[in-house]
């Protein structure tokens, strides 16, 4: 499967040509072409997935794609994100989400400026990247599909019902070879998807593969 963000991912440093101008690919794909095309990247990046999942309403608007949801799909709006929602923000942009919790949103997104031009445009910048983002400017987030969520995600419990809260506790004890890894996905908040357990206990910002290797490190050295 390739998700909307995988596609998203591949445009990462993708700039309009001529610069200025909102020519891009995914204004040619969209058939509109020379407008502010945040809009149009998400569109693309949902329509060119595998399997597709074009969005059920086109508008290179962001608004319109938000209004259009709450009249319409209202349960398709979220308060919590996960990887391959549609972010949509308060200043009229929007980008695919990569992974987020209740303080922040990572987000890959097209027509904004890089992460290193802080005098760049946010929202009519040129280009896609990932940019961070406080979760004060969000002002929804959208859901189009399942399909993601049920195949790559497991929530807090699942995974502490797998792995157990003394495992976790006791990183000091686990021999030298499993500490990077184990190290490095502590440090990135995967284990607990970068929100406090006593503010969200259900935080599910876990991709799959750091589950896997997680529970895989486990078995090897022998915890049960």
């Known amino acids: 499967m390739t998700t909307p963000l995988d596609v998203a991912a591949r445009y990462i440093g993708y700039t309009e040509y001529p610069p200025n101008s909102n020519q891009t690919l995914f204004g040619a794909d969209f058939g509109m072409n020379g407008v502010p095309w945040c809009m149009q990247f998400v569109q693309f990046c949902f329509k060119h997935s595998d399997p597709a999942h074009p969005l059920p309403y086109k508008t290179a608007s962001c608004s319109a794609l938000l209004d259009w949801y709450k009249a319409y799909e ?30 922040a949103v990572t987000a890959i997104e097209g027509n904004t400026s890089a992460p290193s031009d802080k005098n760049g445009s946010q929202d009519n910048g040129g280009g896609v990247y990932r940019r961070v983002r406080p979760a004060s400017q969000v002002a929804a987030y959208i859901r189009p599909f399942d399909t993601y969520k049920d195949d790559d995600y497991m929530t807090r419990k699942e995974i502490l019902d797998e792995i157990g809260d003394e495992w976790i506790e006791r990183f000091d004890q686990l021999p030298k070879w499993a500490k990077p890894d184990i190290r490095e996905l502590l440090d990135r908040q995967i284990i607990n998807g970068g929100t406090d357990y006593d503010k969200d206990p259900d935080d599910i910002n876990m991709f799959l593969s750091d589950i896997k290797t997680i529970i895989a490190v486990k078995r090897m050295i022998g915890y049960k």
């Open 74 to 103: 209202p349960n398709k709006i979220k308060v919590m994100p996960l990887p391959n929602d549609i972010v949509i923000y308060k200043f009229g942009h929007t980008g695919i989400v990569d992974s987020g919790n209740s303080q």
